[in-house]
Nanobody, 115 residues
Framework: QVQLVESGGGLVQAGGSLRLSCAASGTVFSIHAWGWHRQAPGKQRELVAGINRVGATNYGDSVKGRFTISRDIAKNTVYLQMSSLKPEDTSVYYC?????????WGQGTQVTVSS
């Protein structure tokens, strides 16, 4: 089992920045891919950014050039640096880790961008 705890969400003005963190515990050695997803009210959950075991990254089209995913292997933590935030980035952001029997999810952290 893997447990994920997100932090770093909050309220920010448009154009501002936030950094989200996702700390993993448990059988972290089984994780081969990490991801940040988001889900706004009435919308489907979407992939924001992903990073795999060798460090390859991918991003959703709406955040390319503004968000950066990174990881600290020693701390079993993944980060999402968000810059040039827009009101449409307002959502609950979820961390996900894939490995072993499936995908594990964190509880989510709210990000609100005011115009």
């Amino acid at each position: 089992q893997v447990q994920l705890v997100e932090s770093g969400g909050g309220l920010v003005q448009a154009g501002g920045s936030l950094r989200l963190s996702c700390a993993a515990s448990g059988t972290v050695f089984s994780i081969h891919a990490w991801g940040w997803h988001r889900q706004a009210p009435g919308k489907q959950r979407e992939l924001v950014a992903g990073i795999n075991r060798v460090g390859a990254t991918n991003y959703g089209d709406s955040v390319k050039g503004r968000f950066t995913i990174s990881r600290d292997i020693a701390k079993n933590t993944v980060y999402l640096q968000m810059s040039s935030l827009k009101p449409e980035d307002t959502s609950v952001y979820y961390c996900a880790a894939t490995g072993g029997p499936g995908t594990y999810w964190g509880q989510g952290t709210q990000v609100t961008v005011s115009s």
